[in-house]
T-cell receptor, first 113, second 116 residues
Framework: AQSVAQPEDQVNVAEGNPLTVKCTYSVSGNPYLFWYVQYPNRGLQFLLK??????LVKGSYGFEAEFNKSQTSFHLKKPSALVSDSALYFC???????????FGTGTRLLVSP | GAVVSQHPSWVICKSGTSVKIECRSLDFQATTMFWYRQFPKQSLMLMATSNEGSKATYEQGVEKDKFLINHASLTLSTLTVTSAHPEDSSFYICSATRDRGDGEAFFGQGTRLTVV
């Protein structure tokens, strides 16, 4: 069965500093990996995805993520955090051959001025 | 990018009544739509997967008679919460995928349901 783990409930970072939000996954086949962001009382907005190809994926709003097959990780990163990045971030995985996305529990990112 | 519109954004209803939530893909044909429920400060819980023209596949523990899902066209899926009770109060989110194989999902803005 496919699963996703986000080990941190919350990440705190000062504006201008780099940020990392962690995600590890488990699938039986090749993973399709996604990061989404959610603002209060809103749906999810797509940030980036890994399907195949380069392990470093660049996405929206300056975010990027690195696919590491040996560590089964797909951590979200940004070189310089903004206060407006404060939100709830979800990692998701889809196993090849399956339709549905499985989401992690979410990590709340708080960027302080 | 692909746009998914969910309506209404919020709704308040009385116990015992039914509420319908619509999910539309505005600029693409959605072969598959998903309905999620999200409790405060928690992740998304998949309720059901619906494919156009066929019955929805419900996740374990989700009452199909309580949460009626209809996917009558390639651009519209509806979720009806029947005989709503206060414990059904939640944030409901739909998503849709295109038939492109990578499974990228596009999400509606969500519906805040409050049952009083």
């Amino acid at each position: 069965a496919q699963s996703v783990a986000q080990p941190e409930d919350q990440v705190n970072v000062a504006e201008g500093n780099p940020l990392t939000v962690k995600c590890t996954y488990s699938v039986s086949g090749n993973p399709y990996l996604f990061w989404y962001v959610q603002y209060p009382n809103r749906g999810l907005q797509f940030l980036l995805k890994y399907i195949t190809g380069d392990n470093l994926v660049k996405g929206s709003y300056g975010f990027e993520a690195e696919f590491n097959k040996s560590q089964t990780s797909f951590h979200l990163k940004k070189p310089s955090a903004l206060v407006s990045d404060s939100a709830l971030y979800f990692c998701a995985v889809r196993d090849t051959g399956f339709q549905k996305l499985v989401f992690g529990t979410g990590t709340r990112l708080l960027v302080s001025p | 990018g692909a746009v998914v519109s969910q309506h209404p954004s919020w709704v308040i209803c009385k116990s015992g009544t039914s509420v319908k939530i619509e999910c539309r893909s505005l600029d693409f044909q959605a072969t598959t739509m998903f309905w999620y429920r999200q409790f405060p400060k928690q992740s998304l819980m998949l309720m059901a997967t619906s494919n156009e023209g066929s019955k929805a596949t419900y996740e374990q523990g989700v009452e199909k008679d309580k949460f009626l899902i209809n996917h009558a066209s390639l651009t519209l899926s509806t979720l009806t919460v029947t005989s709503a009770h206060p414990e059904d109060s939640s944030f409901y989110i739909c998503s849709a995928t295109r038939d492109r194989g990578d499974g990228e999902a596009f999400f509606g803005q969500g519906t805040r349901l409050t049952v009083v």
